[in-house]
């Protein structure tokens, strides 16, 4: 089974410049998840898909963030425009959620972004 | 979701069991207990949950106390491959199912030979 894949892998761009990421979950997973984790903490969740509608984006730096979710598959995250505080790992996560059912998360690699 | 707390950091001894504990004293009757593990440079693992009684698989073993205030994460013969950063979650689960994993600063344990 194919895992959730990411991409770029390392990313480095000025501030204020502006940068997408781009993740394709497993094949059937409804939910998605995208989260930044800035060195040495753990992931923050940023926002929160179910199928191709919003279930959270609470966490989401909405003046510059922005992610969507066409046809409920891939999901792209774009900053615009970098401040220097957004350098970090970009993780993207899928998971099969049922009613009830807890359903495990299954994470990508990552995209390492620095923003100099 | 109620918080959880973990130890900074702990060492364990290669092929000794790994006694990994976490307090979540607020915890609510429909949050589970999950375990993930980050092992650098890449993304979290899944490694068990449960809700109340306690849960074995391949990878570790979960024990959560009567009141559910606490549980321990075992790993039952670390290995080096182990050495890692490991969050404890609790996480709402409903009809809907979108309950958020909430990642804390976990535990880093270092398995030293």
């Known amino acids: 089974e194919a895992g959730v894949a990411q991409s770029p892998r390392y990313k480095i761009i000025e501030k204020r410049q502006s940068v997408a990421f781009w993740c394709n979950p497993i094949s059937g997973h409804a939910t998605l998840y995208w989260y930044q984790q800035i060195l040495g903490q753990g992931p923050k969740l940023l926002i929160q898909f179910q199928n191709n509608g919003v279930v959270d984006d609470s966490q989401l730096p909405k003046d510059r963030f922005s992610a969507e979710r066409l046809k409920g598959v891939d999901s792209t995250l774009k900053i615009q425009p970098a401040k220097l505080e957004d350098s970090a790992v970009y993780l993207c996560a899928s998971s099969l959620d049922k009613p009830w059912v807890a359903g495990e998360l299954f994470f990508g690699e990552g995209s390492r972004l620095t923003v100099l | 979701d109620a918080k959880t707390t973990q130890p900074t950091s702990m060492d364990c001894a290669e092929g000794r069991a790994a006694n990994l504990p976490c307090n979540h004293s607020?915890?609510?009757?429909?949050?589970?207990v999950y375990w993930y593990r980050q092992i650098h440079s890449q993304g979290p693992q899944y490694i068990i949950h449960g809700l109340k009684n306690n849960e074995t698989n391949e990878m570790a073993s979960l024990i959560i106390t009567e009141d559910r205030k606490s549980s321990t994460l075992i790993l039952p013969h670390a290995t080096l491959r182990d050495t890692a950063v490991y969050y404890c979650?609790?996480?709402?689960?409903?009809?809907?199912?979108?309950?958020?994993?909430?990642f804390g600063q976990g535990t880093t344990l270092q398995v030293k030979p």
């Open positions: 979650i609790v996480r709402v689960l409903g009809s809907s199912n979108t309950g958020k994993l909430i």
């Open positions: 607020t915890i609510s009757g429909n949050e589970y």
